[in-house]
């Protein structure tokens, strides 16, 4: 969400706080505080360190899987700098549908 909108960690920290449809996206309550923008930057960091950043593929691919989205059995990965290139040539609309 924050890079289809081009914000900075501090803008989407604020938008978190201040908008309905990011906290129904994050799974927040009504009441959530938010967090401080600097969360977003040491999160990023703790991905590459930790290696993990299959890790949330992973687990993305099995919540697609048990929804029907892709089917079990195939290839169904792909280069990420492909992928990123790609979304990035779609409009947001298209990225959310």
């Known amino acids: 969400m924050q890079f ?3 914000l900075t960690d501090r803008q989407a920290s604020e938008l978190v706080r201040a908008r309905i449809d990011w906290k129904y996206m994050l799974g927040l309550e009504l ?3 938010g967090f401080d923008y600097s ?3 040491e999160f990023r ?3 590459i360190r930790g290696d993990k950043s299959t ?3 992973d687990e993305l691919l099995r919540i697609f899987k048990a929804t ?3 089917k079990g059995g195939e290839k169904q990965r ?3 700098t492909h992928v990123l ?3 990035r040539e779609l409009h947001p609309l298209e990225v959310v549908g």
């Open 39 to 41: 969360l977003l930057s």
């Open 31 to 33: 009441t959530d505080v």
């Open 78 to 80: 792909m280069d990420s």
């Open 55 to 57: 890790h949330v593929l």
């Open 85 to 87: 290139a790609v979304v």
């Open 4 to 6: 289809i909108e081009g």
């Open 45 to 47: 960091n703790r991905l």
């Open 68 to 70: 029907g989205w892709v």
